[in-house]
């Protein structure tokens, strides 16, 4: 009865007021007052409680404003659809509804710039509540202005979830909490800056998650980078400075810490992996780079029941974006994920249905988890300050409030997945949760159990679109990190035991999470980058000078020094840019021990004249070159020798020449001595 009174005094009040979204007495001009929702409870209206709103106003205008009341405004109905949520949430009004009884104290004046508390309360008794469902609760600030008319000078709205005990089946409810982190770790365990330090410390992003999360029904979705680089970071590691090139990282006792809380919540709560760092998988799979979403993937599960010492089984691939192409969720299912998380715009009901559809399908034998886009864009509304915190909490709760309403007598699944990075306000997350315990509406359930309490629907894929595109890791960005694991190949190829770690730095260079800041991630790369290019400078050529062959066959000397810590194999090629004038054999690969030199002799031939630059080349066991070739001038005598032995025949044959004119001469001294003596007789 009191019900049907308080409609009828609504009524009246319509009536004799004119339109229901505006009193006629109120002038809408442009809003100068800002006003704050900081608080309203119940968290859970019922019959029989009271609603109490308060929060704050902020005259932002130039005028003093007086005689300023706050009052609540309702709708007339329950919103229809949830689309409708989102229309309320971006400034509509056409649902605003017409002012309740309820009002705050008058404030006499509001000076420019200014700011004053209000707040107001009603039984919940004395709403029009009609029906069961979600209602748009506007808070409209009236004002009197420097020119006597009574104005509005501000309105904020949010919602108002009706649902008495046992009017609704709950929606079942997996909330997705990721434990990530921007993987801004290089090579050595060097990190870019302290960033993750922070996040870990209490306080931080990390670490409140992890707080706010313990002891709730969440499911938490571990990423291996990070639980692979809080590990590293327990005893020591490095940061890039400023003004020295490394120095030493103070988040250790942080990162101990929060790796013992992470072990303390997950244990016997449900918990899956997600693929290491969150690969960007379709910049991976344009770029040729599968095998990278392999390594990102296979050994995550165990990985992470290594660090929790929990027994992890699943592994949920998380791509940036919430869609994928076909061949993209092939990768991914083949690299050993056991579901995906795709957007539910990415995999509508086919036909389309007038309802929320359980989050669980499959394509082409790939199980999928479909994040609620409503959720999704609640979870992605501002929580700078309490009051941004306050809206965000009541669309998160009211999108879950319509999914109930929409089939009253069914229960669904739906899955709340924010950003992999999110940074909530604790005061959304406490009192979500909180909500979450009381509501009628919905209670929270792991991902497993909500897997096997849904019903599949006949869906179709949207294709992926050129804006989805446009927004993975660009092609230049990948083509340096393309370039780097070449570098790299070359340097693990002369390596005896395969430096550990590489192939997960690139995962982590091409992380989906760099989409948000490309600009650090390629820094990274950079990083990696220089890191390759002074491991390849350890194994080096140590020869310079010049050297002289006794001939146009001589050895020439080579040291190979290697500064890396563990042994190396390479072999040595000499080349020139006048090939046809050297002539040498190629060095078998060999050993040089770690932090050693090695020396040997290269036999060659140069033919020719003059001196001849000849560089000396590492190679790989296969025959790769390794390194950049260092030049040395071979000089050869073999040309001075032929030039003596012409001086010497020369000289022979002259001395023969003389020695036949010699005799020759005395010959003809002789027969003219005796045709004389002939003569004479």
């Known amino acids: 009865?009191?019900?049907?009174?308080?409609?009828?005094?609504?009524?009246?009040?319509?009536?004799?007021?004119?339109?229901?979204?505006?009193?006629?007495?109120?002038?809408?001009?442009?809003?100068?007052?800002?006003?704050?929702?900081?608080?309203?409870?119940p968290l859970n209206p019922q019959p029989g409680t009271t609603l109490r709103l308060s929060g704050r106003l902020r005259n932002r205008g130039e005028q003093q404003l007086s005689a300023?009341?706050?009052?609540?405004?309702?709708?007339?109905?329950?919103?229809?659809?949830?689309?409708?949520?989102?229309?309320?949430?971006?400034?509509?009004?056409?649902?605003?509804?017409?002012?309740?009884?309820?009002?705050?104290?008058?404030?006499?004046?509001?000076?420019?710039?200014?700011?004053?508390d209000w707040s107001l309360q009603i039984p919940i008794d004395s709403l029009p509540l009609a029906a069961t469902?979600?209602?748009?609760?506007?808070?409209?600030?009236?004002?009197?202005?420097?020119?006597?008319?009574?104005?509005?000078?501000?309105?904020?709205?949010?919602?108002?979830?009706?649902?008495?005990?046992?009017?609704?089946?709950?929606?079942?409810?997996?909330?997705?909490?990721?434990?990530t982190a921007s993987p801004a770790r290089a090579l050595d365990g060097v990190q870019l800056n302290e960033q993750t330090a922070a996040e870990l410390a209490p306080g931080g992003r990390l670490a409140q998650l992890v707080e706010e999360g313990a002891g709730s029904k969440v499911t938490w979705v571990l990423d291996p980078a990070l639980l692979q680089t809080a590990e590293?970071?327990?005893?020591?590691?490095?940061?890039?400075?400023?003004?020295?090139?490394?120095?030493?990282?103070?988040?250790?006792?942080?990162?101990?810490?929060?790796?013992?809380?992470?072990?303390?919540?997950?244990?016997?709560?449900?918990?899956?992996?997600?693929?290491?760092?969150?690969?960007?998988?379709?910049?991976?799979?344009r770029a040729d780079m599968e095998q990278t979403i392999a390594v990102a993937t296979q050994r995550a599960a165990a990985d992470v029941s290594t660090a929790t010492g929990e027994d992890v089984e699943k592994v949920l691939a998380w791509p940036p974006g919430g869609a994928l192409t076909p061949s993209a969720l092939r990768s991914v299912s083949q690299a050993g994920a056991t579901s995906v998380l795709m957007a539910d715009t990415a995999v509508p009901p086919t036909p389309a249905v007038t309802?929320?559809?359980?989050?669980?399908?499959?394509?082409?034998?790939?199980?999928?988890?479909?994040?609620?886009?409503?959720?999704?864009?609640?979870?992605?509304?501002?929580?700078?300050?309490?009051?941004?915190?306050?809206?965000?909490?009541?669309?998160?709760?009211?999108?879950?409030?319509?999914?109930?309403?929409?089939?009253?007598?069914?229960?669904?699944?739906?899955?709340?997945?924010?950003?992999?990075?999110?940074?909530?306000r604790a005061s959304f997350?406490?009192?979500?949760?909180?909500?979450?315990?009381?509501?009628?509406?919905?209670?929270?359930?792991?991902?497993?159990k909500a897997r096997r309490q849904s019903l599949d629907l006949p869906r179709s894929r949207v294709p992926y679109t050129p804006a989805q595109r446009a927004a993975e890791l660009p092609s230049s960005y990948m083509s340096d990190v393309r370039d780097q694991q070449r570098a790299a190949a070359r340097l693990q190829a002369i390596l005896t035991e395969p430096a550990i770690g590489y192939d997960e730095s690139v995962a982590r260079q091409t992380s989906g999470l760099w989409r948000a800041n490309l600009p650090e991630?390629?820094?990274?790369?950079?990083?990696?980058?220089?890191?390759?290019?002074?491991?390849?400078?350890?194994?080096?050529?140590?020869?310079?000078?010049t050297f002289t062959l006794p001939g146009d066959t001589g050895r020439i000397p080579v040291t190979v020094a290697n500064d890396l810590d563990q042994e190396v194999t390479v072999g040595i090629r000499l080349e020139s840019d006048q090939p046809a004038r050297l002539s040498a054999d190629e060095i078998e690969p060999f050993e040089v021990p770690a932090g050693r030199k090695v020396s040997l002799e290269v036999e060659a031939t140069v033919a020719g004249a003059g001196t001849l630059p000849v560089k000396i080349q590492l190679t790989t066991p296969t025959g790769r070159r390794y390194g950049q070739p260092v030049e040395v001038l071979v000089r050869t005598?073999?040309?001075?020798?032929?030039?003596?032995?012409?001086?010497?025949?020369?000289?022979?044959?002259?001395?023969?020449?003389?020695?036949?004119?010699?005799?020759?001469?005395?010959?003809?001294?002789?027969?003219?001595?005796?045709?004389?003596?002939?003569?004479?007789?």
């Open 133 to 179: 469902g979600v209602y748009v609760a506007g808070l409209e600030v009236i004002g009197t202005g420097v020119d006597g008319l009574v104005q509005r000078v501000g309105l904020t709205r949010t919602f108002l979830p009706w649902f008495p005990p046992d009017s609704v089946q709950p929606a079942r409810l997996v909330w997705l909490w990721p434990m």
């Open 355 to 424: 309802y929320t559809p359980d989050a669980f399908t499959s394509w082409a034998g790939i199980d999928l988890v479909l994040a609620d886009s409503g959720l999704s864009a609640a979870l992605a509304m501002p929580q700078a300050n309490r009051g941004e915190a306050l809206l965000a909490r009541q669309r998160f709760l009211a999108e879950i409030a319509m999914t109930a309403g929409e089939l009253p007598d069914a229960a669904r699944s739906i899955v709340a997945a924010p950003d992999p990075l999110w940074n909530p």
């Open 521 to 545: 991630g390629a820094s990274l790369v950079r990083l990696v980058s220089e890191q390759v290019r002074a491991a390849t400078a350890g194994v080096r050529v140590a020869t310079t000078g």
């Open 429 to 448: 997350v406490r009192q979500t949760l909180r909500a979450l315990q009381d509501v009628p509406y919905a209670r929270l359930v792991g991902m497993g």
């Open 68 to 116: 300023l009341q706050v009052r609540l405004l309702l709708s007339t109905s329950p919103l229809a659809t949830r689309s409708e949520i989102g229309t309320v949430a971006a400034g509509g009004a056409d649902r605003d509804g017409p002012p309740t009884l309820a009002v705050s104290q008058p404030i006499a004046q509001l000076a420019a710039q200014a700011v004053v």
């Open 232 to 285: 590293d970071m327990t005893d020591g590691y490095q940061v890039v400075g400023t003004s020295e090139p490394r120095v030493t990282g103070g988040g250790s006792a942080q990162a101990r810490d929060w790796l013992t809380s992470v072990k303390r919540v997950t244990e016997g709560s449900p918990t899956v992996a997600t693929a290491y760092a969150l690969p960007d998988v379709m910049a991976l799979e």
């Open 637 to 681: 005598t073999a040309y001075s020798q032929a030039a003596a032995y012409v001086v010497t025949g020369a000289f022979v044959i002259l001395a023969f020449l003389l020695g036949m004119n010699f005799v020759r001469r005395r010959r003809a001294r002789h027969t003219e001595h005796e045709r004389s003596e002939h003569a004479h007789e």
């Open 1 to 41: 009865m009191a019900r049907v009174s308080i409609l009828l005094l609504t009524c009246l009040l319509t009536l004799l007021g004119g339109p229901v979204h505006a009193n006629p007495r109120v002038v809408a001009i442009n809003e100068s007052v800002d006003i704050s929702l900081t608080h309203m409870s």
